[in-house]
């Protein structure tokens, strides 16, 4: 089974700190997706990756960045921590050929922030 | 871009019952793909079934099935016989076909099977 690692469930952290979330997945997928996911909002792409090293603004890029070292890699950086930017963020992966027949995007199980 | 609508942002039905979640898009590509997730309270996502666009038989995957309007631009998911265990966030979502960039999500569908 494919399987995408986020190390970090639960975080609290405070205003103006410098947050890492990491995710981690072993399928050797290209594309790589963080997601922020609030009440009523659904879920909405913060940055996405095709490629090492490679990054791409999602629909809500503002006070995050990315980086992508290793393949198997994303790590979403939240650079100064701020209470609107407490939710759950959602970590997802897929092959480049993601339109191939039994291909999808793949989640992993979320971190909750929480910034006091 | 693209936007996704789920219009019913609660529904509650009775074990057994069959309950059908709209959901309509709007896009300007013709090629793309669309998906439904389930989230229960595990938070983990769980891909239900997909649909491609090029295609025009409606997927089905065991209790659930699509009915799959293009010209509308509607993809509505059916649950039959509904088990307790498909209480949950239903998650509408679209993918273009080179898809990237990801998907685009919906709002959500919290779905609540009365035993």
């Known amino acids: 089974d494919v399987k995408v690692t986020q190390s970090s469930r639960y975080l609290v952290k405070r205003t103006g700190e410098k947050v890492f979330l990491e995710c981690v997945q072993d399928?050797?997928?290209?594309?790589m997706f963080w997601y922020r996911q609030d009440p009523g909002l659904g879920l909405r792409l913060i940055y996405f990756?095709?490629?090492?090293?490679?990054?791409e603004k999602g629909d809500i890029p503002e006070g995050y960045s990315v980086s992508r070292e290793k393949k198997e890699r994303f790590s979403l950086i939240l650079e100064s921590a701020s209470t609107n930017q407490t939710s759950m963020y959602l970590c997802?992966?897929?092959?480049?050929?993601?339109?191939?027949?039994?291909?999808?995007?793949?989640f992993g199980e979320g971190s909750w922030l929480t910034v006091v | 871009a693209q936007t996704v609508t789920q219009s019913q942002p609660e529904m509650s039905v009775q074990e057994a019952e069959t309950v059908t979640l709209s959901c309509t898009y709007d896009t300007s590509e013709n090629n793309y793909y669309l998906f439904w997730y389930k989230q229960p309270p595990s938070r983990q996502m769980i891909l239900v079934i997909r649909?491609?666009?090029?295609?025009?038989q409606n997927a089905t995957e065991n209790r659930f099935s699509v009915n799959f309007q293009k010209a509308a631009k509607s993809f509505s998911l059916k649950i039959s016989d509904s088990q307790l265990g498909d209480t949950a966030m239903y998650f509408c979502?679209?993918?273009?076909?080179?898809?990237?960039?990801?998907?685009?999500f919906g709002k959500g569908t919290h779905l609540i099977i009365q035993p």
């Open positions: 997802a992966s897929s092959f480049e050929r993601i339109w191939a027949p039994g291909n999808t995007i793949y």
């Open positions: 990756s095709y490629d090492v090293k490679m990054k």
């Open positions: 399928m050797d997928h290209e594309n």
């Open positions: 649909q491609e666009a090029y295609k025009q």
């Open positions: 979502a679209f993918m273009k076909h080179e898809g990237a960039d990801g998907l685009t």
